[in-house]
Structures are given as C-alpha cells and as structure tokens.
C-alpha cells in the first residue's frame, strides 16, 4: 500500500474537507492532530501519510493529547455498537470474569493516578498482556506516562489509517 492509486487515499486526498474531517475523528479524535494532516493533503502515498501522522503526534500538547484519549474506551469496555473499539480489544472478549474484574480494578486505579484511561495498542495482544501492561505503567510517572500514551496513539492511528486508506470512507 504504497501506492496513490489505494481507493482509500485517493478519496481520502480528494474528499471535501468535512468528509475527510469525520473520518480522521474516527481515526483519532484530536482536533489538532487532524488539521495538522488535513493541511498537508494530498498525500503522494500511504508512507506519506504516516510520516504526517507520527509527526502530527509528535506536536500534540497535553491538551491534545487530553481530547485524543478521550476517544477511547477503557480496556474491557469497548463503545456499544462501536466496531472498532470491539475489533481492536478482541483480546479481552473471551477473558475470564476474574481477568475483566482485574482489568476494571486495574484500569480504575490507572485513572485515579493519571487522570485519563490507559492506553494501549490493544490490537493483537491477550487480555493477559494487557494487564500486563498496565500493571508495569502503574509505576510510571505522569511525563513517564504522557509519552508512552503518545507513542500508543502513533501505532493505534497507523492501524485505523491502514483500515482508512484500505476501506475509504
């Protein structure tokens, strides 16, 4: 995929700007973040726009940082009738009910020191790993923390773009 003649990056390049709008909320609900690869369209290819993407990340504040993690449901409680939150935290559906209370234990415990869910690139891994996970950035700090959430959001929005460019809107 890369390639400008991808369906995906062809329409996302040529979209209306509202259109490509909605669909990079959906990849990532920074408002920052989606200006920042709204402004430098039209992509040539997809590693084009990964490169904006991870840079875009880079730039973010901790208030964007804020309103992108906002977007995502806790680890265990994917969105009702949200497919890709259901898609990218498979690893939890079939965990046992003592996993998910320890998940919800865990996550609970996360927000009350950080002030915002944790976040993972939960696609492909356990809910085993996830806890995991969690259990090890409990010890972070809160800068600690603000950058691996940082780096988090770079793989999660490389996997939705993937999707994006390979689907369309």
């Not at 990056?9 to 909320?25: D, I, K, Q």
């Not at 992509?43 to 504040?61: K, W």
């Not at 998910?100 to 869910?117: R, S």
């Amino acid at each position: 995929m890369t390639s400008s003649s991808t369906p995906g990056l062809t329409w996302f390049n040529t979209a209306e700007e509202s259109a490509a709008r909605a669909a990079l909320h959906e990849v990532c609900a920074s408002t920052a973040w989606g200006s920042k690869l709204l402004a430098q369209r039209p992509y040539p290819n997809v590693a084009a726009l990964f490169t904006a993407s991870d840079a875009g990340m880079a730039e973010l504040t901790a208030a964007d940082l804020a309103e992108a993690m906002a977007g995502h449901p806790p680890i265990g409680r994917p969105k009702p009738g949200d497919p890709t939150s259901s898609r990218e935290q498979r690893g939890m559906a079939g965990a046992s009910e003592e996993l998910k209370a320890e998940m919800l234990e865990l996550n609970l415990a996360y927000q009350d020191k950080f002030g915002h869910v944790f976040l993972i690139c939960a696609t492909g891994l356990t809910g085993e790993q996830m806890r995991d996970a969690v259990r090890t950035r409990l010890e972070n700090t809160p800068e600690q923390e603000r950058e691996n959430v940082r780096t988090e959001l770079v793989k999660i929005n490389r996997i939705r773009l993937t999707r994006l460019v390979a689907e369309g809107a």
